[in-house]
């Protein structure tokens, strides 16, 4: 095992994974001034074709294209024109995936600064016919949609985003894309916080008129498409996934054509040496990860979602892991694993085997769970596919070049090192993996985040609800320990799999029931237990029933705003918020992997009228009824988990090795 992997790593050539990333990542929409190669373009298509290319002449087998359905989006170029009295000055700008684009003349209005863009910046401000100047740190305030619906209902024609905060885009000239999860009804542009303060400078002089010009094309009929190829395995019915995404913002070197070609180079190693895996190992590159469709909360990672649901649904129950390449960031100073907690057993003797270079993360290696729904592993975690993605945490890079012109090929040279190290790292997780004969699920330690997900303050709350659950828990934990030591035996060679395949379908099964419905988002999409926001909610209505019996009405508003979405009924209009809370009404059936994800949002909006108006007894009859609401609504949260572990619990006792 160890002189196969030696091999191989002598075999991958980080020139040629440079080189081809390099090619590319260069490959942008056709007339396009910045690149971009986003859902269903003709950027996307265009590297898709050439990846395809690539893959038929390394010698993977089967090289085909899945084509799904999305909203395309193509941008071709921004400019926002200043007028000044001396000069027209001419500023670089992007916008965001699903915002439609302006006429060719472009809109010529005056330009209003309303700052943080809430209802309340409005106020004494007459926008309508004109242009919008919001500044904001979407990281730790807000997402672009909620500003920009609030100044298309003030009446704007046009809105311009810059950003404040130490995330994103903090380079002086940097400009940002994002996927907009926005209304397709108002052009949005983006431009530097050099620019910004330019613009800023000149407002403060008196009236300024600008014009906005955003050439994009948008297709709701458009196609999109997963590139796919394949290393044949001794066994034919058993695969590993290995994977990353085409579609990316401006040159998007990093972010995700790196990981792409990373894998490609992976399996040009494996080709080269003539290894034949047990496992088949499938090589893909995904488009849409960063937007697929116009008007949804949840509008990124569709082509992951497509694969697996619709695409190669067969994968279920044969594939024992995906490996994710995804934006890895240099400049993190420690090396992090993220895995489903049911294969941290795994990757902790994994781990061991490790020699992390200490110029690249010099605080070493750590494990922690799921990435969430931030990169396309978390679509094949809920699906039944354990994902893993190596790489991620906060870095300098993703602050200043993350989605910006600044992701491109001229970092290679300062992180050859890190990308030589990520690619022998997935090579030896891959034959790590390859050697198993069953999944290695010990499924015992997501019950054991289960007993840490309780707050003490809400313990009032949970009622018997929560007692039964953990009894069910520790019976739950006892059977998977048992089962875990037969996985172990059987992997180890100690004892034989009566019917392998048959074990690794219930095993799968028994994973599916747990991340999909065990598992659930909050509001702002942190994987976490479905009955944890419910009881933060109780907790938080408490607080406010609190402060309002204390006439302390701004804590209560405040405290609100930590309820489910209802900063958006804080701080902007009715309609936006109601918009906003349709977009993740957990009964449409049309949010993808965001689907039954949340629980049933508590509406706010009421009652933060009359906490702002200070009739403070409405306000604390609205309270208590919705803390009586909120404590029913964790009852049957708690009743549901208990249903689901059960059902989970069924399936493992059929696992019979």
Known sequence: MLDKIQNLLKLQDVKYIHELTKELSLIGNDGGEYGFRVSGSSGEMNVARRIEEEMKKIGLQNVHMDEFPVHSWEFLSGKLEVATDDEIVRMDMSSYCGIKGTEKSGIKAEIVDVGMGTAADYEGKDVRGKIVFCTFDIS??????????????????????????????TKEDAINCFDSQCKYSLPVGNISRKNANILRGLMEKGSVTVCMKLDIKVDFNGKSRNVIGYIPGEDPEKFILMGGHMDGYFHAYQDDMLGV????GIAKSIIEAGIKPKHTVVIIAHGSEEYGVTESR?????????????????????????????????????????SPQSYHDFFKSFIKTLNVPKDCWPEGVGLKGLNGPWSDDYNYAICGIPGIICGRGPAE??????????????????EKGIVTYIAGLYTRMLFALDDLILPPFKFSRLMEELKDSFEEEAQKYYGGGKDGLLKLADSFSQLADDKYLQIININEGKAKASDAPKSRQTLFEVYRIL???????????????????VASNCIMLDKIIDDLKKNDNESALKKLTEIDINIYAVKFDLKVYKWLMDCQDNTRKDLFWGTNKNHKFFYGFDLAEAIRKGENSKALDMAAKFLEFSQLQLHDILNQEKTVLIEAGEKLVSFNS
């Open 298 to 338: 949840y509008d990124w990672c569709i082509g992951s979602w497509h694969s697996i649901n619709n695409l190669k649904a067969e994968w279920f129950g044969k594939m024992t892991a995906f490996l994710n390449i995804d934006a890895i960031r240099p400049g993190t100073s420690k090396l992090w694993i993220n």
């Open 140 to 169: 730790e305030d807000f997402w672009i949609s909620a500003p920009v619906y609030q100044a298309e209902v003030k009446g704007a024609v046009g809105c311009i985003i810059s950003y404040s905060g130490d995330f994103y885009g």
């Open 261 to 264: 070609v990373i894998n490609i």
């Open 515 to 533: 991340e999909s419905d065990f598992m659930k988002l909050d509001p702002f999409d942190s994987v976490i237990f479905a009955h944890e926001a």
């Open 397 to 414: 890079w993703s602050y200043q070049n993350y989605h910006t012109q600044f992701d491109n090929y001229t970092v290679f040279e300062s």
